[in-house]
Every structure is written in C-alpha cells, then in structure tokens.
C-alpha cells in the first residue's frame, strides 16, 4: 500500500480511506467515534444544498443572521482585547471599533429574538426536537449573561449604575458572595473569557441539533390527517435521511 | 405530507409534540450563500448605526468627583457610613450581617446561604481606616483614637447629633461648616474624609485590593451609591429602577431591551414597593425562564403557537399550495415526491 503519493509527498487519500475501514481497528474509540458522526450527521446533511418546500419564508433568515451577527461580535470584542479595556476610552479608533461591537451585540440580541419568537410559532420542539429548542433557550439566556458583563466591563458610568442596581438581585439569590458584579476584573473574565466559550460551544451545539433534526415541518392542514394515506397518525422523530 | 410508516414506537399523534414526515418536494437551498449575504448585510448595518449613534461613554463617578460637586452630601453620607446606618452598613449578605435589604421569600432567605465574602466594615472601611493612612495629620489621627476609644453609645450620640446638623451645613472657601454642637471627634473625621476625597486620596484608597494592581472595584463602588448624587446622575439619565432601570443606558441608546421583562416586574405596584422586591423578581424570572425552556413538555402552553395560528403566516406558501391541492386533486400536484431525500426515518 502505498501511503504517500511520491507525486505530491501527501497522503494518497484513496490509501487513507482503506486504511480507515479496517475491521480489525472497527473496536478502536476513535473508529468508533467517526462512525458515529458521519452516521449521525453525513456531509449531505451537515450541509445541505437543498431543503424541503415549506422553508420558505423570511423568518427563517434570522436564524443564521444570528450567526453572522455573532461573528460580528466575536471579531469586534477580539479587536478590544487585543488594545485592552481602556483603548476604547482613550481613542477615537477604539470608540468606533466599540461602537462596532455595541451595535453588533444589538443586531445580535434583534436577530436572536425575532428566531426566538419565530420558533415559538412554528412549535419548533415537535417531533424530537425539544433538545433543540432547550439549546435555544440556554444559549439566550447565555448571550444575556455575556450581554450584561459587557455592559458590567465598560469603566463607565453605565457600568456603574448597572452593577450597583443589578447587585440587589444578584444577592437576593446568594450568588452575589461568588459571582460580584461591582469586581470589574472578574466580570471581564466572565465577558470576555467564560461567556463567549460557553456561547459558542451551545450555539454549534444548536446549530449540529439543527442540522441533525431537519427544519421542523408544518402543522398538518385543516382536513388534513397527518397519518396522510392510511389515516393512522403516527409520530415520528426525523423527517427525512438528506 | 404524511407519516404512514410505521414505526417501532408507534405512538398517539400528538399535533403539539409530534411532527409528520415531509413527503413534499425539495427546493435548492443554498445555505453558505445565505449565510455570506446575511454577514455582508449585518456588516454594513452594524457598520452603519456605529457611523450614525456611536456608543456611549460617560464619564464614571468618583469619591474625588462627587465630593467636589456636592461635599455636603458627601459629609452626610460619609456620616452615615461613620455608625454603620448607610445603604451598604445595614445591606447584610454579601457584605456584612446588619440586614437583609436583598430581600426573602417567607422563611427563605437565599441571599444568607453563603454568607459574607465580600466583608464590609463601613466605619473601619470607608472612613476610620483610610484616615489612619494620612502622613502628618496629628489633628486627624487624634480625631480618629477619640472616636475609635468612645463606647458605642457615646459613638452613636454623636454621630446621631452631626447627621441631624449636616443637613444645614456649607461648603465655603473649601471648608465644610457645620452647625455648632456635641459632636465630639466626629466633625473633624468628616472634615478630614472629606478633604481626603476632595483630593482624590480617597479612591485609591478605596480599592479593594492589597496588591499593587487592583481590580474589585466594590468598596468605592458601593460607597458612591450610598450617597444621593449618584442616584440624582441616573434619575437625570433615566434609569432609576422606576423609569425601567438597568436595562437603559445613559442617552438614547436601546440598552439592554431584552431585560424588558426583568425590569418589567419592578414597575408592578405590589411587588417594586415591596421590601422583597429583588428576590420576588428573581423568583418570578426563574420560574418563567423554566416555564420557556421546558415549553415543549407542557400541555397547554405548547398549544399556543397552534391556537394563534401565526405559524399560517410563516407557512402560508406552503397552505397554499396545500389548499390548491385539495381543490384540484386530478391536476399536476404542486406537492410532489422528488429526488433521493424524502425518504422517512422512522422514530
């Protein structure tokens, strides 16, 4: 078997797919594991190029709009920790590059609630999907929290008046004596460190969920007897195998 | 669309929880074009309202800026931090144990769960402390060893006496002038921290930290807080807890909208007046939070989306086309079987 192309000195990938499929190596964790993947979530389906009729309507837009705008944030917010918490104070560049990230965070925030509500009308847990719309909801409650540590990480007035009012509700749960808002270095970690890793683990969660269960179809029609031919309804998990 | 394959767990069709299998067409869907134009357009609409608004930056207060501004109501609250009856002296947990202004719930008072981490002695903290730090103030730390050796009741009749005087007091030629009277050594403390904050002395002292670098901010924060200017800053910019609070920001920015519920509950009568209010809020907020999260397991709240019937209007396309279809059921079929991926996956 030959492993290396004497042509290009790389893998022949012909050679790397045999040696992959070996029955021998098939109890091996890590055979184990990219069997199960590629089962669970094949190339057609990790991205499809086609989807079913129904998705059809601008609702379904926010939902990578929030994506995008996410990156939008995450690009910005990288921006002010290259220069550090008091560029921005101190710079006219840094102030844009702010404004950048504050807007973003908004049409973030926009986006995600517009997807949020569209979801919620759409009944988007049925049919095994209620996973998907847990990771949902965690990762909004996430993005407040990292929202709200952002406003907490300002070194301004509205830092100081959104930590001093935010305190009483944090202590009346006792998570104030571990988690203290008026300590501006701990809440830029949470902002800057914490936050975005946990945002962005449960929101590519979401996203693999999304993709795993399909976009979730409509309820059936008036008259129309969602057991279709037989007339004996029946539930079912995923629609279709992309 | 239908869903007659049986499957190994068949089970009663439940229209809020179960979803039929698409049997229909599919339509080219191409998802990272979607995905680059969605980016370009958020780009040039974030870039576009950060030419446009900005973002605000208001400068922060502190001990030197507010004592500068108002040093009477500087004194007064350095006063009351002096005997231990400011905001954050009878707050209790996480601060100390002179009260629970967080707030409970009947017998449960979670705020009391883990006790003081971030302990706050205001007297020693705020004022008796960082006087004993002032080089060459003889007269000062005089004032202080008085004050720290009187009883507590010789300590609270005199502080007692000088918040009732402070009220009418002056600030001239740099002086604080109080009213005559039995104050002891409390007139000239108040005297000196306010000089100290005047100064700027203050705020470094404040700091929570023993290391040269410092981060904790909390000591200085919560002493501003205690006095009224701070709170008169954020009236004037709207966001006292009665004007929907924290969730504004200074100027006319949106701020934190999606806090709108949160904040929400403080404007209800009942529970914004009520000296549980805090903890009242939160509970409602984690019961409705959990109420969301766990939506698709509830009968009856998993209804609503098919009650309202908005979900017609996101697919009204596709009703369409199955309307046109019942009423021209010989004709070409608009809902089609097509390609290799309409194949149902049983459950």
């Given amino acids: 078997m030959t492993i290396v192309d004497p042509k290009t000195e790389r893998p022949d990938q012909a050679d790397l797919d045999k040696a992959a499929d070996r029955p021998e190596d098939a109890d091996q964790w890590t055979a184990k594991i990219r069997t199960a993947a590629v089962d669970a979530l094949p190339p057609q389906k990790l991205l499809p190029d086609r989807q079913p009729a129904y998705v059809a309507s601008w609702i379904y837009v926010f939902g990578v709009a929030t994506v995008a705008a996410l990156i939008v944030v995450i690009g910005t917010g990288l921006v002010l920790a290259v220069f550090g918490p008091n560029w921005w104070h101190v710079s006219p560049t840094g102030l844009f590059v702010n404004s950048l990230h504050l807007w973003s965070v908004e049409v973030f925030m926009f986006s995600m609630v517009i997807h949020l509500w569209g979801k919620f009308f759409m009944a988007a847990w049925r049919g095994k999907r209620k996973a998907t719309w847990i990771t949902g909801v965690v990762s909004f409650l ?101 | 669309m239908s869903a007659d394959v049986p499957t190994r767990t068949a089970r009663r069709f439940k229209v809020d929880r179960d979803a039929v299998a698409w049997k229909g067409r599919y339509e080219p869907y191409d998802l990272a074009k979607e995905f680059l134009i969605a980016f370009v357009v958020v780009c040039i609409l974030v870039g576009g309202l950060a030419v446009i608004f900005g973002s605000p930056d208001d400068t922060p207060v502190t001990l030197k800026s507010w004592s500068t501004a108002d040093a009477v109501g500087f004194a007064s609250t350095t006063a009351t931090e002096l005997d231990g009856t400011s905001g954050t002296g009878t707050y209790g947990p996480p601060y100390n144990l002179n009260g629970t202004t967080a707030g409970k719930l009947g ?241």
């Fill in chain 2, 107 to 347: 017998p449960i008072n979670p705020a009391t769960w883990l006790g003081v981490h971030h302990p706050i002695d205001t007297a020693n903290d705020y004022v008796l402390g960082p006087l004993s730090t002032l080089p060459n103030q003889p007269a000062v730390q005089a004032a202080v060893g008085e004050y720290k050796s009187a009883t507590a009741d010789q300590q609270a009749t005199w502080t007692t006496a000088y918040e009732k005087a402070v009220a009418d007091a002056k600030f001239t030629n740099g002086k604080l002038i109080v009213p005559a009277g039995d104050y002891g050594p409390v007139a000239a403390i108040v005297a000196a921290e306010t000089a100290m904050a005047r100064s700027g002395a203050l705020d470094g002292a404040l700091l929570s930290s023993r290391q040269f670098y410092g981060t904790d901010y909390t000591k200085p924060l919560l002493f501003i807080a205690d006095g009224d200017y701070f709170a008169s800053l954020g009236a004037a910019q709207h966001l006292s807890g009665d004007q929907w609070g924290m969730m504004n920001e200074t100027g006319s920015y949106p701020g934190q909208a999606w806090l709108w519920l949160y904040t929400l509950w403080y404007q209800v009568g009942p529970i914004g007046s009520s000296d549980n209010a805090d903890i009242m809020v939160f509970s409602i907020m984690i019961i409705l939070t959990a109420l969301l999260a766990l939506l698709p397991f509830i009968p009856g709240l998993r209804s609503i989306p098919r009650w309202t019937r908005l979900y017609r209007l996101i697919w009204r396309q596709h009703y369409r086309e199955v309307e046109q279809e019942a009423g021209n059921p010989s004709g070409s079929p608009p809902l089609r079987t097509t390609g290799d991926a309409t194949v149902p996956v049983p459950a």
């Fill in chain 1, 142 to 242: 996430v993005t407040v929290g990292a929202a709200f540590t952002g406003y907490l990480s300002q070194q301004n007035f509205d830092s100081q008046w959104i930590s001093t009012q935010a305190k009483d509700g944090i202590n009346s749960t006792g998570a104030g004596a571990i988690f203290n808002v008026t300590n501006f270095g701990q809440m830029i970690m949470w902002h800057i460190v914490l936050l975005p890793l946990c945002i962005v683990v449960i929101v590519g969660i979401h996203v693999l969920m999304v993709r795993l269960r399909g976009v979730v179809t409509p309820f059936p029609a008036k008259g129309e007897s969602p057991g279709g031919d037989s007339g004996t309804p029946v539930a079912t998990g995923a629609e279709v195998r992309a």
